[in-house]
Every structure is written in C-alpha cells, then in structure tokens.
Nanobody, 124 residues
Framework: QVQLAESGGGLVQAGDSLRLSCAAS????????VGWFRQAPGKEREFVLG????????LYADSVKGRFTISRDNAKNTVYLQMNNLKPEDTAVYYC?????????????????WGQGTQVTVSS
C-alpha cells in the first residue's frame, strides 16, 4: 500500500504561482508513476500531468502546457506540481495518484492509489 498526501493548495489571484506537493509513504520502495488530476465543481476529474517512476518521461494536458511542470525527488518520496500563470479555470481540487510500474498514464483507471486532494482557487 502507498499513502499519498497533497499539500500546497490555496487561494491566489490570476497570474500567480503555486507549488503543490505529493508526499508518499508506505511501500515507497516500489517503483511507481505519479499523476496529477483535478476536479472542478460539477465536472469530471481530469488528467493534468504525470511523471514516470524514474522521471524520464512526463505527460501534460494541453490546457496546462507551458504553465505547469512536474518533477519528483525520489529521495524524499515527493512529487511536485509547479503551477505558473494560474487562471480562474484552473480552480479545482487537485489530486495526486500513483500506479505501480515505471510507465506514466493519463487515465484515472490506471492509478491504484489516490490522495485526499487539495483545493486550488484562482480569483480573477
């Protein structure tokens, strides 16, 4: 089992930046890829970006390309989501998810473990 805990959310203004963290505990000795998803009120949970277990591959949703980046520090069992130039449409609960294996995916069903989420609110 892997437990995930997100942190770093908050209320910001359009154009601001935030960095979210996803800390893993439990069976972190296993290789696992990590994805970030978000869910806005009344909408489906959607893939934002993800990173492979060894960090050599990343996937991005078109809506965040050029603004969001993902990185990981395996020594700290932590994955980071750097969000720049935030827009009101980025407002959502952000979840990190992990899947056993090296490969990163973009579908919810590919992920085995989920955090509780952290709220990001961007005001205009």
């Amino acid at each position: 089992q892997v437990q995930l805990a997100e942190s770093g959310g908050g209320l910001v203004q359009a154009g601001d930046s935030l960095r979210l963290s996803c800390a893993a505990s439990g069976r972190t000795s296993s290789n696992y890829a990590v994805g970030w998803f978000r869910q806005a009120p009344g909408k489906e949970r959607e893939f934002v970006l993800g990173i492979s277990a060894n960090g050599d591959r990343t996937l991005y949703a078109d809506s965040v390309k050029g603004r969001f980046t993902i990185s990981r520090d395996n020594a700290k069992n932590t994955v980071y989501l750097q969000m720049n130039n935030l827009k009101p449409e980025d407002t959502a609960v952000y979840y990190c998810a992990a899947r056993a294996g090296l490969r990163v995916g973009s579908r919810r069903q590919e992920y085995d473990y989920w955090g509780q989420g952290t709220q990001v609110t961007v005001s205009s």
